[in-house]
């Protein structure tokens, strides 16, 4: 089993940028494929982005292709979203989870879930 903890969520401005951590403890990250989900009040949880356990495959969704870079530090166990040019609907929970399929963009290939961490994007 993986644990996950999100950390770097907050409030800023519209276009401005944030940086979120998903730092991993317990079984080998590098195995699993990574992704990052956010969810808003009465909103089913939305695929943003994942990168598979080689950290050159990333997948984005389109809302956030050229604006959001997903990456993974394996030597540290943590995942990165680089958030740039933030927009009101960014706004969210964002969580990270881990799959075992190699390119997962559906929310059930996903098994372990952090806690989330709140983003918040002021127009």
């Known amino acids: 089993q993986v644990q996950l903890q999100e950390s770097g969520g907050g409030l800023v401005q519209t276009g401005g940028s944030l940086r979120l951590s998903c730092a991993a403890s317990g079984r080998a990250f590098s195995i699993y494929a990574m992704g990052w989900f956010r969810q808003v009040p009465g909103h089913d949880r939305e695929f943003v982005a994942e990168?598979?356990?080689?950290?050159?495959?990333?997948y984005y969704a389109d809302s956030v292709k050229g604006r959001f870079t997903i990456s993974r530090d394996n030597s540290k166990d943590t995942l990165y979203l680089q958030m740039n040019n933030l927009k009101p609907e960014d706004t969210g929970v964002y969580y990270c989870a881990t799959s075992r399929t190699y390119v997962a963009t559906e929310e059930d290939k996903y098994e372990e879930w952090g806690q989330g961490t709140q983003v918040t994007v002021s127009s």
């Open positions: 990168v598979s356990w080689l950290p050159s495959d990333t």
